[in-house]
């Protein structure tokens, strides 16, 4: 092998490796797949421009029960990624590497074992070849260890593989081991997190009736706000499970005063007008809590400053809070209380466009929030139909 496919082989190893440090870098702060991770390897390693690499690549993984392999087969062209197969489902003997044990690589090129390339194309399943849809001529073949056990096929390198390119497999599959492995933790801990959030939520139901449905409409209200104000997918996830969060702080209000049918004294409001202060200080400082913060103390904010606690006015009020804030009015206007009845649809539509004795829409929203409301107001009907369990609900 020449010097400068050896510098190459050299180059794709280190690439991996500062993958694999800059995913551990970022672990507490981004949210992934492990199909993103190992999706990101593979085009470190799969061979165009100027790299030194195979023209496809298998990635499988074996089932639960250990019966069969599932995976995809990849190609670069240009700088895409492509998958060029649908998920590939095969008997988990008929991959070559089943029997391999954890620490062997195996690189074969036609000419070492067949006479033709047609005679060396009865070693691959007819799955991987309508895939590539080219005869193949050499592969690497390494396992992947780990959590979940699976194998790496590299088919048709320039020229003729070599123990190089295993070494570069070899380095892929302890990277995809690892990083599949650490995503699954991380997602098994990403569950953990969201059931702690609800189960905080849900907290509030012993203190406020038909409180349940509520946090799920207004977790979903929301999050369609913020997926379609073309906001990062992130922020729009955390969104999603944050806003339940926004009345966390009622937990902390006398239970007589949420119950009390008819107007509150305005001792009684001065109490209710603190449950933002109390959400904040419950949430903490938890950096993975900043968005339910944001939203708990924010969300009764006015867009014109004539909210609370703290009257911020504009863009001084979290964008989340922002956003929620419109959900749990729309949710506040259907939902039935020991003060009111509950409005349909329309009505609620009436109130965010003329307003009523309490909402000025003009004054109180932010207007790009409610110019979206009102261009998806049917989901927030379908959201709420989907969950409306129960009369009064």
Known sequence: MSQEMCEMSLQQTQELLRLTDATLQNICCRRFTS?????EALRKVLG????RGPRDIFIFFVD?????YHGRAFRLLGDQLVRMSEEISMEFASVYVAGMTSSETVVSNWDDTCRTVEEY???FHPLVKDAIRVPVKNFVCSRVSGERPGAIIALNYPGAATDYD???LRSLAVVIGSLVTLSNEVQETEKAFIYTIEALARACEAAEENTGKHIVRVNRYAGALAANMGLDPSFVDAVSYSAQMHDVGK???PVAILLKEGELKSEEMALVKLHPVYGEKILGDAPRLQVAREIAISHHENWDGSGYPYGLKGEEIPLAGRIVKLADVYDALRSKRSYKEPMDHGEALRVFREGDERIIPALHFDPVILETFFRIEQMFEKIYRSLEANAGQ
């Open 121 to 123: 194309q009865a070693n």
């Open 64 to 68: 639960s029960e250990y019966q069969s």
């Open 166 to 168: 295993a070494d570069v």
């Open 48 to 51: 165009g421009s100027g790299r």
């Open 251 to 253: 937990i902390k209000v």
């Open 35 to 39: 199909e993103e991770l190992y999706e």
